[in-house]
């Protein structure tokens, strides 16, 4: 069982680059929950999908933010133009079963300059 | 909105139990507890839930008041390793899970 798999695992562009995040989810799993991290604010979830659905995309900062998921195996988050405060460690997680619990990916660490 | 309170941070010797607590007065009857663990640098690490019953499973034991307004999380034997952040969350099925500023437990050899 590989968990969750996030690319790229470390990531450093410059302010109005665009930035495209990875995040393949447990085979089987129906939701996927993208999170970003940050000292200031904590781990927050930025939007999440059931069955390659978004459901709730109301934690995302503003437009320059956007996710996909084109099907059951994979899921983009996209930031464009990035700029030095989207700075933050991002984690795909999912979830499937009959339980809530979510798991984790290792997480992008995105630095924006 | 935080559902619940625990303490900043809590230091473990090495081999001995750690024991974390978390206070959730306002639980529903339907809100269980999830406790996660964030070790630096890595991803947060699901570690058990519960409902009314104590748990036990290979990582740690959870246990519940018979109010439910609190409960505790046993690491038996703490080791190095175990030192992370750690998250006691209270949730509702079908809900997203809110993630707070957890504890930070040192375990010191």
């Known amino acids: 069982d590989a968990g969750v798999i996030q690319s790229p695992r470390h990531e450093v562009t410059e302010m109005g680059q665009e930035v495209t995040l990875r995040c393949k989810p447990i085979?089987?799993?129906?939701?996927l929950f993208w999170y970003r991290q940050t000292m200031m604010r904590g781990l927050e979830l930025l939007i999440y999908f059931n069955n390659n659905v978004p459901i709730d995309d109301s934690g995302m900062p503003e437009d320059r933010f956007s996710a996909k998921m084109p099907n059951a195996s994979f899921s983009t988050l996209k930031i464009q133009p990035s700029e030095p405060r989207d700075s933050a460690v991002y984690f795909c997680a999912s979830r499937g079963g009959s339980t809530d619990t979510q798991y984790f990916g290792p997480g992008t660490r995105l630095t924006v300059l | 909105d935080a559902k619940t309170t625990q303490p900043t941070s809590m230091d473990c010797a090495e081999g001995r139990a750690a024991n974390l607590p978390c206070n959730h007065s306002?639980?529903?009857?339907?809100?269980?507890v999830y406790w996660y663990r964030q070790i630096h640098s890595q991803g947060p690490q699901y570690i058990i839930h519960g409902l009314k019953n104590n748990e036990t499973n290979e990582m740690a034991s959870l246990i519940i008041t018979e109010d439910r307004k609190s409960s505790t999380l046993i690491l038996p034997h703490a080791t190095l390793r175990d030192t992370a952040v750690y998250y006691c969350i209270v949730h509702n099925y079908g809900q997203n899970f809110v993630f707070g500023p957890g504890t930070r437990l040192s375990v010191l050899p």
């Open positions: 085979s089987g799993h129906n939701s």
């Open positions: 306002t639980i529903s009857g339907n809100e269980y």
